[in-house]
Each structure stands twice: as C-alpha cells, then as structure tokens.
T-cell receptor
Framework: DADVTQTPRNRITKTGKRIMLECSQT?????MYWYRQDPGLGLRLIYY???????NKGEISDGYSVSRQAQAKFSLSLESAIPNQTALYFC???????????????FGPGTRLTVL | KNEVEQSPQNLTAQEGEFITINCSYS?????LHWLQQHPGGGIVSLFM???GKKKHGRLIATINIQEKHSSLHITASHPRDSAVYIC????????????FGQGTILTVHP
C-alpha cells in the first residue's frame, strides 16, 4: 500500500462548488504539505502543517483552506471553486525530526482537479 | 530571477547516452532535493543532498555548496528514464519548506 494517499484522484466540478481533497499518510510523519502544479509554473506551496496544532499559509493560499484532523490526515478545501484552480494537486509529508534527512518530502499520487 | 534555476528545460537523448541536468540556486540552503515525475504524474524522491555526492543505480547526484550548484547525472540512459526531473532546495530561513525549480523534461529515445 502507498505511504501517502490522496482522494479523489480525479475530480471534475463546476464553478462555485465546494470541494475537499483528502490526504492520508502511514509514514508517521509530523509534517504535511499541499502543493498545486500548473504547466510552466512548477510546484507551488498552498498550505503546510508541522504538527496537528500548526497550520501555515504557503505562497498561494488565497481561495483555499485546510484542516489537519490528525497526524495522518490533512485535507484541502476549495470553498467556492473557480476555473483558475484547475490544476494537479499534491500532498506531501516529511519527518521533521531526528532522521538522516528530516526535510526529505514524500509525495502522494496527485489529484487532477478540473473546474468548469 | 527564480531562486532555483534548472538547465536545460528540455533534453532529448538517445538510449545509452550519458545525461546531465543542472540546478543552480541563489539562496543559502540546508539541503537539496532531486525529484522525478513520470508522465502519469506521480513524484518520487531520488536524492536528498547536503554535500558531496550520492549514487543510486545509474543515477548520480552531486552538489557544490560554495558554487551553489548541483548536477544530476544518468549513466546509460534508457527510455524508462523519460520523465520530468525537479530540483528543490530547503533554505536556511524556510525550515522544512521546499523551493522548486521549473523542472527538466527528459525524453530518451530507443
């Protein structure tokens, strides 16, 4: 089984709808991240969480919100989806503690979101 | 100017060729991450480097902290190496957060 899973893998929705993307991990990592990827723009950080009680905005948080329900779960919500939020969304985790590379990130398979 | 620049942006090679992808960065870093993204979209961690050189199979990654430069080499390239290769850095003041390069699209022809 994959260490970092995302649901759904694909989603098509309409403008104005509320959407939730979910991320779960079995790696026991404290840190979790949400990114979006657009052609030609690379990966950009939306939100990140260093533990259950810690939520931080990334470089493109407007229009998004997150919830860290447990160490293993980190959800991304689009309260009112708009077409320019059409993108590939990735969740990632890192240990953030005493390992050889505490900041090495492990990515989920991605969610392809289309907003019509 | 982006903090992390990769070159080339696109690279085409014939099977068996030696391939080099470069990454230059303009900020102080604590580590550098090489990632691979296959056409299906999934992203895989290849290397995490703080200094020197690492090797895994046909992949070799090097970093020169003083010159703020890293290279990813692929020896004896194969069509299955076709993917996007992404360099990302962890800055000294952005603990745990990655700053990504734009990626290098590699196509290896049989």
């Amino acid at each position: 089984d994959a260490d970092v899973t995302q649901t759904p893998r694909n989603r098509i929705t309409k403008t104005g709808k509320r959407i939730m993307l979910e991320c779960s991990q079995t790696k026991g990592h404290d840190r979790m991240y949400w990114y979006r990827q657009d052609p030609g723009l690379g990966l950009r950080l939306i939100y990140y969480s260093f533990d259950v009680k810690d939520i931080n905005k990334g470089e493109i948080s407007d229009g998004y919100s997150v919830s860290r329900q447990a160490q293993a779960k980190f959800s991304l919500s689009l309260e009112s989806a708009i077409p320019n939020q059409t993108a590939l969304y990735f969740c990632a985790t890192s240990a953030g503690s005493s390992t050889i590379h505490p900041n090495e990130q492990f990515f989920g398979p991605g969610t392809r979101l289309t907003v019509l | 100017k982006n903090e992390v620049e990769q070159s080339p942006q696109n690279l085409t090679a014939q099977e068996g060729e030696f391939i080099t992808i470069n990454c230059s960065y303009s900020v102080g870093i604590s580590a550098l991450h090489w990632l691979q993204q296959h056409p299906g979209g999934g992203i895989v961690s290849l290397f995490m480097l703080s200094s020197g050189k690492k090797k895994h199979g046909r992949l070799i990654a090097t970093i020169n902290i003083q010159e703020k430069h890293s290279s990813l080499h692929i020896t004896a390239s194969h069509p299955r190496d076709s993917a996007v290769y992404i360099c990302a850095v962890i800055g000294g003041t952005s603990y745990g957060k990655l700053t990504f390069g734009q990626g290098t699209i590699l196509t290896v022809h049989p």
